[in-house]
């Protein structure tokens, strides 16, 4: 059964909130469509330790998240050059930084 989607603005900024209230700060770098844009999540790490979620549906609609930049965590420069390359692919794509020293979602999250 899909879920019911809410805007993506709406969606981000509960998101950041729901991570601000866990003690794991995040900021928009991109803001994409309000309405329907994709997200990536970027996630920070201790010791500069960094990933990059994005976001997918599951096969019965539900949101779900995988790791974009591999198991394993990258650098700055990977982060960087994914991003880049996703938002020339989809200008209306938003892009979320947030504070996360285990590279574990600070908000509700399926990681498949």
Known sequence: MEEPRLKTGL????MLRQAGQKGNPGMVL????????????????????????????TPDGRRAWFRATGE????????????????ERDPDLWVVEFDAPDLMPPFEARLI
């Open 11 to 14: 969606w981000v900024r509960a």
């Open 30 to 57: 991109h803001h994409g469509d309000d309405d329907a844009g994709g997200v990536l999540a970027v996630l920070l790490g201790r010791g500069g330790r960094m990933c990059v979620l994005s976001q997918t549906r």
């Open 72 to 87: 394993t965590d990258v650098d700055q420069a990977s982060v960087d050059a994914y991003v880049t390359r996703q938002m």
